[in-house]
């Protein structure tokens, strides 16, 4: 008796198309397109892009971006920032012999309940002293903490990425010693606000 051929299906036939966009504090920006069976499979995946990707500005190549997928409305899949940071290299060409790298990290409480975690570095022309390094890390904990009462999560996030902190940071520390560069190296979102939860509970959740 022959036997019967079993038809072979074809798994991404069976397969839906989603477009991952950037949030709209980034232009919505399409950053990629993925198959996927079912919509859920996509909550909570992170794309990674550069910002070059996205402003279409060379000199931004060193910027990586991370997007994480949080809604699905028909074919596109809308992210939310998850973090950033410079690209190894870049990091690694700024180190110059004879100068200090002054490392700051803080976790940043933003007036919207967002937690974002910021590494900021410091490259100072020359050799500084414990308490210049003392200093500069005050400055550089004083100006987030100002920033995050006044600016809500996305104004945060832009300023942080397009280096209007950075700048800010910069022109103050500069009066403790000179330096050659300030920059947020990185950031990781720590905690979001959870939608349409009541006051009285917590108001946000780890970010995964």
Do not use: C
């Not at 899949?77 to 803080?106: M, N, P, W």
């Not at 999560?153 to 050659?180: M, T, W």
């Amino acid at each position: 008796m022959p036997k019967r051929s079993r038809k072979v299906q074809d798994k991404w036939r069976t397969k839906n198309w989603y477009t991952i966009t950037t949030p709209p504090y980034f232009g919505e920006i399409e950053i990629g397109t993925t198959p996927s069976a079912e919509s859920s499979n996509l909550m909570g995946r992170v794309i990674s892009t550069t910002l070059y990707d996205i402003t279409g500005d060379p000199s931004q190549q060193h910027l990586k971006l991370y997007f994480q997928v949080v809604a699905i409305e028909g074919s596109k899949a809308s992210t939310i920032f998850k973090g950033h940071e410079y690209s190894r290299d870049y990091l690694r060409s700024l180190v110059r012999r004879g100068s200090t790298r002054i490392d700051g990290v803080f976790n940043v409480s933003i007036k919207d309940s967002y937690i974002l975690r910021t590494s900021v570095v410091i490259f100072s022309v020359m050799r500084v002293k414990a308490s210049q390094i003392s200093e500069y890390r005050k400055i550089v904990q004083k100006h987030l903490e100002q920033k995050a009462k006044t600016l809500a999560f996305d104004q945060f996030v832009q300023e942080a990425v397009l280096g209007k902190i950075a700048s800010d940071i910069y022109n103050e520390a500069k009066k403790v010693a000179p330096i050659r560069h300030v920059g947020i190296r990185k950031t990781k979102l720590i905690a979001f606000p959870i939608e349409g939860a009541d006051e009285t509970e917590t108001p946000a959740a780890k970010a995964t």
